[in-house]
């Protein structure tokens, strides 16, 4: 089994993932956090983009579950003489690790990777494509906060043209019975979607999730004047007073302060859920590790 993408988990795996996810966020809380499920296995981390949440909170779940770690130093890799991403998969198999969490910057590389290799992969953001970790990371800190899915009006807002984070949060929050509302800078929107304002989109919703901007693709959004995109489509107090009553802010990270989202909201621990959502990825990330070497283990799995 991988997980490289919303679609490729049934809606037992995912109940149980997000199930899991709540008792591993309590345990990481405890004073004792090792457990030794995974011991034995080797976890294989290979990011061919930046990263400081996934591929921590990775490198920390798969500690916690007793796994051996390893990540792969791209830079220092033979990539970097020329080594293909196919011959660089065949290589890493032939070590046989137990699963291969793969951050790329191409969509579908992690799929061109699972049909190479005998162990589970998972899809740590491939490109435009999908990170369907960090909706599941999302919809377990909603349901944490909230107490629900089913039924909450939740406002993604920002360039989700180019947003993998937008695109599997969507399927996925659409999915549990989330109300999804897109908005942001008309250019950054996806062909076909519905024309929504971000004042609309915030207006009521119980949950705003802003998406960092990504400056080299939006010079003419962007505006000369600083804080004119934040003004025209961040998260500002004013815009964010739009949303309904105990509305919470979301973000992924890496934050741009005074960009796509004010600093001070950011901050604000009453309304903001984003280092919430950071510890969630780690739990998250537990939950999928133990279902995705279940099979390995010889056993169905907790998750
Ligand atoms: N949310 C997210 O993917 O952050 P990183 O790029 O730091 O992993």
């Known amino acids: 089994m991988h997980l490289l993408s919303i679609e490729s988990l049934s809606d037992d795996h ?13 345990f990481n809380r405890s004073a004792r956090r090792n457990d030794h499920r995974l011991d034995g296995l080797t976890i294989l981390n290979a990011f061919f983009e930046n990263s400081t949440r996934t591929l921590l909170s990775f490198e920390i779940a798969a500690n916690r579950l007793g796994a051996q770690v390893v990540t792969m130093q791209v830079e220092m ?17 032939a070590m046989r690790p137990d699963a291969v969490v793969i951050r790329h910057g191409r969509a579908g590389a992690p799929a061109d990777v699972a049909a190479l ?29 909230f107490g629900r899915i089913k039924g909450l009006t939740v406002a993604i807002c920002g360039d989700i043209r180019h947003s993998r984070v937008a695109r599997s949060n969507a399927r996925l929050l659409e999915r549990l019975g989330a109300d999804v509302r897109l908005a942001g800078p008309p250019s950054l ?3 076909g979607a519905t024309a929504m304002t ?37 998260l500002t107090r004013e815009r964010f007073a739009l949303a309904g009553p105990g509305a919470m802010v979301m973000h992924p ?29 780690v ?20 998750a």
């Not at 971000?198 to 400056?215: F, I, K, N, P, T």
């Not at 280092?275 to 969630?280: I, P, S």
């Not at 739990?283 to 907790?302: F, I, K, N, P």
Request: proline content about 3%; aromatic content about 2%; glycine content about 10%.
């Open 253 to 281: 990270g890496p934050i741009n302060r005074g960009v796509e989202i004010d600093g001070a909201l950011a901050d604000d621990s009453e309304r903001s859920l984003i280092l919430t959502q950071v510890e969630m990825g």
């Open 77 to 93: 890799s033979s990539i970097k003489k020329g080594e293909t991403l196919e011959d660089t998969a065949r290589t890493l198999n």
């Open 14 to 26: 995912i109940a149980a993932i997000l199930s899991e996810a709540q008792r591993w966020f309590d």
């Open 189 to 191: 929107m996806p062909d």
């Open 117 to 145: 290799v005998d162990c589970a992969v998972i899809n740590a953001g491939d490109g435009t494509g999908e990170h369907p970790t960090q909706a599941l990371l999302d919809a377990a800190t909603l349901q944490r906060h």
């Open 198 to 234: 971000v004042d609309e989109a915030v207006s009521g919703a119980d949950a705003v999730m802003m998406l960092r901007v990504q400056r080299e693709r939006l010079e003419d959004e962007l505006g000369d004047a600083p804080g004119e995109f934040l003004d025209r489509y961040g």
């Open 283 to 302: 739990a998250v990330r537990m939950a999928c590790l133990d279902l995705l070497t279940a099979g390995r283990r010889g056993e169905t799995g907790s």
